[in-house]
């Protein structure tokens, strides 16, 4: 049971289990209201930070990556990030610091960071199977939590990270930090070790894929190395569109816990809209509305059973769980067992390839209930 | 003469109007929710459970009432209690690191044993809720006694800390534990069940048993702990009684619920300017109090959310916090 990626409720920076803890004394409770007060604005999407953002907006494309003209290593460097940010060095960045999920995605184009922060243990962090991550220095387990010295230490010539919209339209909000920092302070401060370059996590995940691209590509990854993952993803897309095509079922993306069910809007999170351009028929009662998740309480839960296949996320109440919720009990998916733990991939080609795979393998496994 | 029995019958008749609010707000608990559904339909669900649409009644309604109402009057009284005990008006029950023991005890349950199911996690708060109180106690009465409240409140807040912190380390070590952490930690009546009721009611009526019987003694504490010996009030006795109806109906209320603040913080100050500071009224007036406040932040969230609810705490925040700046405004908050 890992975390993939940050497309949850439980993103929300205020909510980041340090904070939790500091709250919890009791006193203090009225902190830990707070953190739950947040909760209740959740429908605030600005509070969720839950999706990938629209990379493709005007930013990524038409301003596609300004790196250097010349691609040697000691010639001057520009690269202009999903935020707008020109970083020009006098070289080419050779020592990468990364958050996971960009790290994930720079491996598999062939860009060995140096230094790695996870929201999650990196270590024992399954993403990483299959690379070779034991000369990068490990500087952050938890979200926000990035030991300052040690990444100094690795003297990284650059810092990625990740932004998500605020929005369905890809409102960036410049003026707080970037996904995976705790707060503007932290974020000054990792400034002044190397500059800070962000990726877009939002709307197309086609687009979000393509960012992680340029940025690897102005790296120095090889354009063999990415066609290579290109062609593995297109493969696992093809069959994709395939399973989904003899199978035509409904997939519901959910997270639940005490407060209710929230269903992913398919087309709100890069990985979900990837899937659907691709064929796959998610829920989507409401794709209006609040960005990002459409939140039922369990009362309500009789609103969205219309799936046939239920995607669950790590993090939140599983099977066994949703089965002991009476108002949740008659759901057709959970009663016929199709209900599967899940969580997102990095928005890479190897990673989404593997993804596509297995939600391929669960659309062919499963029936079509009504 | 006359004058001690025309307060009396006030009383009695505050508590006697108090009870009725609560069966109002009950009953309304029953029939409204983030589910518009007619009264009618409640009522088929309610006495005929085989035609409860989806549940809604006996899958939600029901057992969150029930839950309110157990959860608010045992937070009600205890914060009564408690604020008695310590002579602090912003005493909570959590002080006595009930809250926090009940916590790491459900997180050391996930790690060790990857336990999160209903039943466990509710004995496992249950037991670590006492644990952290002896502790709580002992180390308080092996250093400078029992007289003042305060080494009691030190100890409380300290070992609320050493327990605080264990469980942030779990927490942090383990993502499985983080996960169930963060879903047990939100105190909410919404998606609890019944499940396990029935030890929780045992540890909640011992509770009561203790607060009932600490009555006398809080009324002397009242006076200062000098006057109060003087009067022949046992002082261990006193706080150990008083302690252990702190430590049940919380870990009751806790176990059920998670971690729900400020009903035991205002419900005591509500009651007090209502019935006064003599305990044998204040306590059960700080129940009704305490799960009518509950119940009706409870309900207020339930329908301002759309398909979506407000969680309780939420509501109890705006509410409660404005209920309890105006009592403080009003200057009727009784010394202690």
Redesign the interface.
């Known amino acids: 049971m890992r975390w993939a990626g940050p497309r949850r409720p439980s993103d929300r920076r205020c909510d980041r289990p340090d904070r939790v803890l500091d709250s919890r004394v009791e006193l203090g409770s009225a902190n830990l209201t707070l953190v739950k007060a947040s909760t209740a604005l959740r429908r605030s999407a600005l509070l969720l930070v839950p999706a990938l953002a629209l990379a493709g907006l005007a930013g990524c494309s038409s301003d596609s990556g300004t790196a250097s003209s010349d691609s040697a290593a000691d010639a001057a460097w520009s690269y202009t990030d999903d935020t707008g940010t020109t970083v020009t060095l006098d070289h080419r960045p050779e020592r990468i610091a990364s958050f996971s999920d960009y790290a994930i995605g720079l491996l598999s184009n062939g860009i060995d960071p140096v230094a790695i922060f996870g929201r999650v243990d990196v270590a024992s962090d399954p993403r990483f199977d299959g690379y070779d991550i034991s000369k990068a220095a490990i500087v952050g387990n938890s979200y926000g939590e990035i030991d300052l010295e040690t990444l100094a230490d690795a003297a990284p010539d650059l810092i990625v990270t990740g932004i998500y919209p605020t929005d369905r339209d890809g409102t960036l909000d410049l003026a707080g930090p970037y996904y995976a920092f705790a707060d503007v302070e932290q974020q000054a401060q990792l400034a002044k070790i190397a500059p800070i370059v962000a990726i877009e996590v939002g709307g197309k995940g086609q687009d979000v894929i393509d960012s992680s691209n340029r940025l690897a590509e102005a790296l120095g990854a090889s354009q063999e190395t990415i066609d290579a993952a290109k062609q593995k993803f297109d493969t696992a897309a093809a069959d994709l569109t395939a399973a989904a095509k003899e199978n035509e079922i409904e997939v519901t993306q959910m997270y639940a816990d005490a407060d209710g069910i929230y269903v992913v809007k398919p087309m709100d999170e890069p990985e979900t809209e990837l899937y659907s351009s691709l064929g796959v028929k998610f829920t989507n009662a409401n794709p209006d509305g609040f960005y990002y998740w459409d939140i039922y309480s369990w009362e309500n839960a009789a609103q969205m059973m219309t799936g046939d296949v239920l995607l669950v996320n790590v993090e939140g109440y599983q099977e066994a769980d949703l089965r002991a919720q009476p108002t949740f009990a008659s759901d057709p998916a959970l009663a016929a067992g199709q209900i599967h733990s899940w969580n997102g991939a990095a928005l890479d080609y190897t990673s989404q390839a593997a993804h596509m795979e297995q939600l391929a393998d669960i659309i062919r496994s499963s029936k079509k209930l009504s | 003469m006359r004058r001690s029995t025309a307060l009396r019958s006030r009383r009695a008749l505050i508590l006697v109007s108090l009870l009725i609010a609560l069966g109002v707000i009950a009953l309304a608990s029953l029939m409204l929710?983030?589910?518009l559904i007619s009264p009618g339909a409640v009522l088929t669900g309610l006495f005929d459970p085989a035609r409860d649409e989806?549940?809604?009644v006996?899958?939600?309604?029901v057992p969150r009432t029930a839950l309110g109402l157990l959860v608010g009057c045992c937070l009600g009284i205890a914060g009564a209690v408690m604020q008695g005990q310590t002579r602090n008006p912003?005493a909570?029950p959590?002080?006595f690191?009930v809250?926090?023991g009940a916590?790491l005890a459900v997180v050391i349950g996930v790690y060790v044993l990857g336990t999160?199911?209903?039943l466990m996690t509710l004995w496992l708060a249950l037991a670590g809720a006492m644990v952290a109180s002896i502790l709580v106690f002992t180390v308080a009465a092996l250093g400078r006694g029992l007289s003042s409240p305060v080494p009691l409140a030190i100890a409380?807040?300290a070992v609320?800390?050493l327990l605080?912190a264990l469980?942030?380390y779990l927490?942090?070590a383990d993502?499985?534990t983080?996960?169930a952490?963060?879903?047990w930690?939100?105190?909410?009546l919404?998606?609890?069940?019944l499940?396990g009721i029935e030890g929780a009611l045992v540890f909640a009526g011992a509770g009561l048993v203790f607060a009932f019987a600490n009555v006398r003694s809080l009324d002397n504490l009242a006076l200062g702990t000098e006057l109060s010996k003087g009067l022949g009030e046992n002082l261990l006795r006193a706080r150990v009684v008083g302690l252990a109806a702190i430590t049940l109906l919380t870990a009751a209320a806790v176990a059920l619920t998670?971690?729900i603040?400020?009903v035991g913080l205002t419900a005591p100050h509500i009651a007090r300017s209502l019935v006064g500071g003599r305990h044998a009224w204040l306590l059960p007036a700080s129940g009704l109090i305490g799960a009518g406040v509950l119940l009706t932040c409870d309900i207020i969230?339930?329908l301002i959310?759309?398909?979506?609810?407000?969680?309780v705490?939420?509501v109890?925040?705006v509410v409660g916090?404005v209920a309890f700046i105006a009592i403080v405004r009003r200057g009727r908050m009784a010394t202690l």
């Not at chain 2, 919404?190 to 069940?193: A, H, I, K, V, Y």
């Not at chain 2, 959310?305 to 969680?311: C, H, L, M, N, S």
């Open positions: 929710g983030s589910n989806g549940a809604v006996w899958g939600s309604r912003l909570d959590g002080i690191g809250s926090a916590t999160s199911s209903i409380g807040t609320s800390a605080v469980t942030s927490v942090l993502e499985t983080l996960a952490y963060r879903i930690v939100v105190g909410s919404s998606g609890r069940t499940t998670g971690p603040a400020f969230g339930r959310g759309g398909t979506a609810e407000v969680p705490g939420v109890l925040t916090g």
